[in-house]
Protein backbone atom coordinates (compact mmCIF):
# COMPACT_ATOMS: atom_id res chain seq x y z
CA UNK A 1 0.00 0.00 0.00
CA UNK A 2 1.26 3.58 -1.03
CA UNK A 3 2.33 6.33 1.59
CA UNK A 4 -0.84 8.25 0.43
CA UNK A 5 -2.89 5.61 1.19
CA UNK A 6 -1.79 4.71 4.21
CA UNK A 7 -1.65 8.82 5.44
CA UNK A 8 -5.24 9.54 3.88
CA UNK A 9 -6.51 6.26 5.70
CA UNK A 10 -5.33 7.06 9.26
CA UNK A 11 -6.13 11.09 9.40
CA UNK A 12 -9.53 10.08 7.84
CA UNK A 13 -9.89 6.60 10.00
CA UNK A 14 -8.91 8.91 13.61
CA UNK A 15 -11.69 11.51 12.97
CA UNK A 16 -14.03 9.30 11.83
CA UNK A 17 -13.46 7.25 15.21
CA UNK A 18 -13.34 10.32 17.39
CA UNK A 19 -17.04 11.22 15.92
CA UNK A 20 -17.68 7.73 17.02
CA UNK A 21 -16.46 8.17 20.63
CA UNK A 22 -17.47 11.73 21.51
CA UNK A 23 -21.35 10.29 20.00
CA UNK A 24 -21.64 7.84 22.65
CA UNK A 25 -20.44 9.92 25.10
CA UNK A 26 -22.63 12.39 24.32
CA UNK A 27 -25.20 9.53 24.52
CA UNK A 28 -24.55 8.53 28.05
CA UNK A 29 -24.05 12.52 28.96
CA UNK A 30 -27.54 13.65 27.82
CA UNK A 31 -29.71 15.23 29.94
CA UNK A 32 -32.33 12.51 31.33
CA UNK A 33 -35.91 13.25 32.30
CA UNK A 34 -35.08 12.74 36.31
CA UNK A 35 -32.47 15.66 36.44
CA UNK A 36 -34.91 18.08 35.33
CA UNK A 37 -36.89 19.85 38.02
CA UNK A 38 -39.61 22.62 37.91
CA UNK A 39 -40.11 25.76 39.98
CA UNK A 40 -43.16 26.49 38.94
CA UNK A 41 -42.68 28.59 35.82
CA UNK A 42 -40.38 26.64 34.12
CA UNK A 43 -37.85 23.45 33.90
CA UNK A 44 -34.66 23.17 35.37
CA UNK A 45 -32.24 21.60 33.26
CA UNK A 46 -28.95 20.71 34.23
CA UNK A 47 -25.67 21.43 32.55
CA UNK A 48 -24.41 18.44 30.11
CA UNK A 49 -21.39 18.19 27.76
CA UNK A 50 -23.58 16.21 25.53
CA UNK A 51 -24.47 19.29 22.94
CA UNK A 52 -20.86 20.40 22.83
CA UNK A 53 -19.97 16.84 22.06
CA UNK A 54 -22.68 16.27 19.71
CA UNK A 55 -21.00 19.33 17.56
CA UNK A 56 -18.03 18.06 17.68
CA UNK A 57 -18.65 14.59 16.43
CA UNK A 58 -20.58 16.42 13.64
CA UNK A 59 -17.83 18.17 12.80
CA UNK A 60 -15.51 14.94 12.69
CA UNK A 61 -17.64 12.97 10.34
CA UNK A 62 -17.97 15.69 7.76
CA UNK A 63 -14.56 16.33 7.90
CA UNK A 64 -13.12 12.67 7.35
CA UNK A 65 -16.08 12.76 4.80
CA UNK A 66 -14.72 15.57 2.61
CA UNK A 67 -11.12 14.27 3.20
CA UNK A 68 -11.97 10.89 1.44
CA UNK A 69 -14.55 12.18 -1.23
CA UNK A 70 -11.38 14.60 -2.20
CA UNK A 71 -9.18 11.89 -2.14
CA UNK A 72 -11.55 9.20 -3.70
CA UNK A 73 -12.66 11.40 -6.43
CA UNK A 74 -15.72 11.35 -8.03
CA UNK A 75 -16.57 8.00 -8.90
CA UNK A 76 -20.30 8.19 -9.29
CA UNK A 77 -19.58 9.97 -12.49
CA UNK A 78 -15.83 9.69 -13.86
CA UNK A 79 -14.24 6.79 -15.67
CA UNK A 80 -13.06 3.99 -13.91
CA UNK A 81 -9.72 4.83 -13.85
CA UNK A 82 -7.36 2.29 -12.65
CA UNK A 83 -9.91 0.17 -11.14
CA UNK A 84 -8.65 -3.51 -11.52
CA UNK A 85 -12.25 -5.29 -12.52
CA UNK A 86 -16.15 -3.91 -13.02
CA UNK A 87 -17.10 -6.05 -9.88
CA UNK A 88 -14.28 -3.56 -7.43
CA UNK A 89 -15.58 -0.73 -9.22
CA UNK A 90 -19.30 -1.66 -8.55
CA UNK A 91 -18.36 -2.65 -4.54
CA UNK A 92 -17.13 0.99 -4.41
CA UNK A 93 -19.79 2.68 -6.31
CA UNK A 94 -22.01 1.36 -3.86
CA UNK A 95 -19.97 1.50 -0.75
CA UNK A 96 -19.23 5.54 -1.76
CA UNK A 97 -23.06 5.69 -2.05
CA UNK A 98 -23.74 3.91 1.56
CA UNK A 99 -21.02 5.97 3.16
CA UNK A 100 -23.00 9.59 2.13
CA UNK A 101 -25.95 8.24 2.98
CA UNK A 102 -25.12 7.14 6.88
CA UNK A 103 -23.18 10.84 7.33
CA UNK A 104 -26.24 12.73 6.44
CA UNK A 105 -28.32 10.35 8.44
CA UNK A 106 -25.24 10.74 11.28
CA UNK A 107 -25.29 14.64 10.93
CA UNK A 108 -29.36 14.82 11.12
CA UNK A 109 -28.88 12.54 14.33
CA UNK A 110 -25.93 14.58 16.15
CA UNK A 111 -27.97 18.06 15.45
CA UNK A 112 -31.35 16.86 16.63
CA UNK A 113 -29.50 15.26 19.80
CA UNK A 114 -27.61 18.64 20.16
CA UNK A 115 -30.43 21.13 20.02
CA UNK A 116 -32.55 19.31 21.99
CA UNK A 117 -30.41 18.45 24.82
CA UNK A 118 -29.88 22.41 25.07
CA UNK A 119 -33.32 23.75 23.98
CA UNK A 120 -34.59 24.45 27.88
CA UNK A 121 -37.99 24.56 26.46
CA UNK A 122 -40.73 24.29 28.83
CA UNK A 123 -45.00 24.14 27.73
CA UNK A 124 -47.37 25.00 30.71
CA UNK A 125 -51.22 23.70 29.92
CA UNK A 126 -53.35 25.09 33.15
CA UNK A 127 -52.51 24.73 36.52
CA UNK A 128 -51.21 21.15 37.05
CA UNK A 129 -49.71 20.12 33.32
CA UNK A 130 -46.47 21.03 32.84
CA UNK A 131 -43.80 19.08 30.16
CA UNK A 132 -40.02 19.60 29.59
CA UNK A 133 -38.64 18.25 26.69
CA UNK A 134 -35.40 16.35 26.69
CA UNK A 135 -33.56 13.89 24.06
CA UNK A 136 -35.30 10.69 23.48
CA UNK A 137 -32.66 7.38 24.54
CA UNK A 138 -30.70 6.40 21.62
CA UNK A 139 -30.37 10.15 19.07
CA UNK A 140 -26.81 10.60 19.65
CA UNK A 141 -25.87 6.89 19.99
CA UNK A 142 -27.89 6.09 16.20
CA UNK A 143 -25.27 9.52 15.09
CA UNK A 144 -22.43 7.25 16.07
CA UNK A 145 -23.02 4.08 14.51
CA UNK A 146 -24.20 5.94 11.38
CA UNK A 147 -20.92 7.92 11.96
CA UNK A 148 -18.81 4.52 12.16
CA UNK A 149 -20.88 2.96 9.15
CA UNK A 150 -20.08 6.02 6.90
CA UNK A 151 -16.19 6.10 7.80
CA UNK A 152 -15.80 1.96 7.32
CA UNK A 153 -17.66 2.09 3.67
CA UNK A 154 -15.92 5.59 2.67
CA UNK A 155 -12.56 3.84 3.26
CA UNK A 156 -13.41 1.15 2.00
CA UNK A 157 -14.36 2.54 -1.04
CA UNK A 158 -11.22 4.88 -1.36
CA UNK A 159 -8.75 1.77 -0.81
CA UNK A 160 -10.72 0.04 -3.88
CA UNK A 161 -10.49 2.93 -5.94
CA UNK A 162 -6.61 3.36 -5.44
CA UNK A 163 -6.33 -0.88 -6.98
CA UNK A 164 -3.98 -0.96 -10.06
CA UNK A 165 -4.96 -3.22 -13.00
CA UNK A 166 -4.06 -6.79 -12.71
CA UNK A 167 -3.15 -9.32 -15.17
CA UNK A 168 -6.69 -11.09 -16.29
CA UNK A 169 -4.94 -14.23 -17.08
CA UNK A 170 -4.22 -13.96 -21.08
CA UNK A 171 -0.83 -13.89 -22.00
CA UNK A 172 -0.22 -10.11 -23.57
CA UNK A 173 2.82 -9.86 -26.22
CA UNK A 174 4.24 -6.68 -27.99
CA UNK A 175 3.87 -5.67 -31.42
CA UNK A 176 6.64 -7.50 -33.60
CA UNK A 177 7.34 -10.06 -31.40
CA UNK A 178 7.83 -13.39 -32.70
CA UNK A 179 5.53 -15.26 -30.49
CA UNK A 180 2.54 -12.90 -30.89
CA UNK A 181 -0.49 -14.07 -30.55
CA UNK A 182 0.82 -17.75 -30.24
CA UNK A 183 1.46 -18.02 -33.52
CA UNK A 184 5.19 -19.40 -33.92
CA UNK A 185 7.63 -17.18 -36.28
CA UNK A 186 10.37 -18.79 -38.20
CA UNK A 187 11.79 -19.68 -41.57
CA UNK A 188 10.19 -22.55 -43.32
CA UNK A 189 11.72 -25.87 -43.51
CA UNK A 190 13.59 -26.92 -46.77
CA UNK A 191 11.01 -29.87 -48.29
CA UNK A 192 12.90 -33.10 -49.20
CA UNK A 193 11.93 -35.59 -52.02
CA UNK A 194 12.43 -39.04 -50.82
CA UNK A 195 13.71 -41.91 -53.33
CA UNK A 196 14.53 -45.52 -52.93
CA UNK A 197 17.87 -45.54 -52.14
CA UNK A 198 17.88 -46.35 -48.20
CA UNK A 199 16.11 -43.45 -47.27
CA UNK A 200 18.86 -40.60 -48.72
CA UNK A 201 17.42 -37.59 -50.01
CA UNK A 202 17.00 -37.25 -53.64
CA UNK A 203 18.24 -34.07 -55.49
CA UNK A 204 18.14 -32.21 -58.42
CA UNK A 205 18.43 -34.96 -61.63
CA UNK A 206 21.73 -34.12 -63.71
CA UNK A 207 22.25 -34.96 -67.20
CA UNK A 208 25.45 -34.91 -68.80
CA UNK A 209 26.01 -32.80 -71.81
CA UNK A 210 25.17 -35.08 -74.67
CA UNK A 211 27.89 -34.54 -78.16
CA UNK A 212 27.53 -35.57 -81.61
CA UNK A 213 27.15 -39.52 -81.22
CA UNK A 214 28.60 -42.51 -84.31
CA UNK A 215 26.40 -44.89 -85.11
CA UNK A 216 27.92 -48.12 -86.36
Not at 73 to 99: D, E, H, M, V
Not at 179 to 188: E, R, S, T, V
Not at 194 to 212: S, Y
Request: hydrophobic share 45%; net charge neutral; with cysteine.
Amino acid sequence: MEPKVVVISVVAGFLGLLAVILGFVAEVTRIKMDQVLFDGLNCIYPSSPATALGIVALLAIILSQIIITVATGCICCCKRGSLPTTSNWTAAQACFSFSWFSVVIAAILLVLGSAYNNSQQTTIQGDSYFQCYVVKPGIFAGGAIMSLASVVCGLFAYILTQGKNSPTGQPQFQAGSPNQAGIAMGQPQPQYQWGNQGGVPAGPTKFPPQGPQEHV
